[in-house]
């Protein structure tokens, strides 16, 4: 089976999924067109076979079409609707093969959004065959769209669930006889991920309570040289995926305030991991991941006080509790893999255009 991409920005779980795809289908060719690296998460890539990786800068109308002939793909993968060179190509490509959307959107009842669907069913009528999307709210966009739900596909943002499971078991003996006493936050430091709120909230529990706790943070981005300094707030920096071993074997509990966050990726991570959880309600991914008094704690997105009470919580459980909800939350971190990307892929480019 050969699959053209049309991409984004391409992250580290969405590389590890095509390496797992191709790992499980080696005769396969994966051909992806994406965007440049996000400075802001500067992901390195190692080399993997019949996944070949193309520049959308470099690309003209024409080179495109010369890419699609020469590969003879089975399937098209467009990432959003947004982009106008990619709507050119697939409007045409679908006469051919199965066009596939992807998006992380949801459905937020803006006016925008609104107005804007009947001419999305138009849009995409005779277009795209199928949907791909990371849940249940998307999968709701895509049904408002016109899209049946035989047309609809989840586990779209997938990742190496093998990698973070490993970190887990590596780290569960120790873990059970220490429970590592720091937070730990992996996002961008960007106005959507809610950092300074955490900041906030932890340096006034820090003040309030005199608790040993602390809080790591890792990553990068515009608001990095804003970054609050504190005695017990650590920032990292950002880390490639596969040095995130020490971390792991060093923090607790993972923890993500998200403003905005459709669904996110990393908390499927460090629930394979093995992290009790504690996030806003607006992170999409939380719906999958996270059972409140199970396997961790929801607080409302934006609400210092309410953050702060949350993590007040935590750092009053029992060590014993909080190692039962890390074990919680690494079986429920299972729910999507890059295995199962592999195999919705191949469902994918059987469908009929």
């Not at 400075?39 to 959308?56: D, G, M, W």
């Not at 059970?176 to 006493?181: A, D, M, Y």
């Amino acid at each position: 089976m050969k699959a053209i991409f049309l991409y984004t920005e391409l992250a580290d779980y969405t590389y590890q999924c095509f390496r797992r795809h191709l790992e499980l289908n080696p005769k396969d060719e994966l051909h992806v067109i994406h965007y440049p690296i996000n400075a802001e998460a500067p992901f390195t890539f190692e080399p993997v076979p019949n996944l070949h990786l193309y520049l959308k800068s470099s690309f003209e109308t024409a080179d495109i079409w010369e890419l699609f002939k020469s590969v003879n793909p089975e399937v098209v993968l467009c990432s959003g609707w947004n982009d106008g060179f990619y709507n050119k190509f697939v409007k045409n490509a679908c006469n051919a093969v199965p066009v596939i959307l992807c998006f992380d959107n949801i459905f937020r009842y803006t006016l925008k959004q609104i107005v804007s669907l009947p001419a999305a069913r138009v849009m995409f009528k005779g277009v795209y065959s199928g949907v791909w999307v990371p849940g249940s709210k998307q999968a709701d966009f895509a049904r408002l769209m016109g899209f049946k739900r035989n047309q609809i596909f989840t586990g779209f943002y997938s990742t190496d669930n093998h990698y973070f499971s490993k970190l887990y078991h590596e780290n569960i003996e120790s873990k059970s006889k220490s429970f590592p006493k720091r937070f730990l936050c992996v996002a961008r430091y960007i106005p959507q991920k809610g950092l300074p709120l955490l900041w906030k909230a932890f340096a006034e529990l820090k003040k309030e309570t005199g608790t040993d706790w602390e809080l790591w943070c890792a990553g990068t981005g515009e608001g990095f040289d804003d970054r609050i300094e504190h005695e017990g707030i650590k920032h990292l920096g950002f880390v490639q995926p596969k040095d995130f071993g020490t971390v792991v074997s060093q923090c607790g509990v993972f923890v993500l305030p998200s403003l905005f966050e459709p669904w996110g990726v990393v908390v499927n991570e460090f629930a394979a991991a093995g992290f009790p959880m504690l996030l806003s309600d607006k992170v999409g991914s939380g719906g999958l991941y996270l059972k409140p008094g199970e396997n961790g704690w929801l607080f409302q997105s934006g609400n210092v006080k309410d953050l702060k009470q949350k993590m007040r919580e935590i750092i009053q459980t029992t060590e014993q509790k909080l190692v039962e909800m890390g074990n919680e939350s690494s079986r429920m971190g299972a729910a999507n893999s890059a295995d199962n990307w592999s195999a919705t892929l191949i469902k994918l480019s059987q469908l009929e255009k």
